[in-house]
Nanobody, 124 residues
């Protein structure tokens, strides 16, 4: 059973930084697709960044140049570095995984496995 556990959320002021972590367990394959998503109150869940083991990386336009997705294979951990945070980045952030990236890796429906989320709050 694949398990994903996020951590690293918190409250910061506008312009600040955070690093989110997603520890993943229980996956036996050597290739996979993982992504970060976020959901603000009253809004749909949206893709932030995605990564696969072939080196493919994609970012949502709203976070390009500010957020960076990375993976530490030795620790089975996916990261999302959030810089230059804005109040509109406030949301619950989730990591997700599947066996391969689909047609649109930033679409939540492409993923079967999800973590419980970690809250990011940015104040102005």
């Amino acid at each position: 059973q694949v398990q994903l556990v996020e951590s690293g959320g918190g409250s910061v002021q506008s312009g600040g930084s955070l690093r989110l972590s997603c520890a993943h367990f229980g996956y036996a394959g050597s290739s996979y697709c993982m992504g970060w998503f976020r959901q603000a109150p009253g809004k749909e869940r949206e893709g932030v960044a995605a990564f696969d083991t072939g080196g493919f990386i994609v970012y949502a336009d709203s976070v390009k140049g500010r957020f960076t997705i990375s993976q530490d294979n030795a620790k089975n951990t996916l990261y999302l570095q959030l810089n230059s945070l804005k109040p509109e980045d406030t949301a619950m952030y989730y990591c997700a995984a599947d066996f391969a990236c689909g047609y649109d890796p930033l679409r939540p429906a492409e993923y079967h496995y999800w973590g419980q989320g970690t809250q990011v709050t940015v104040s102005s």
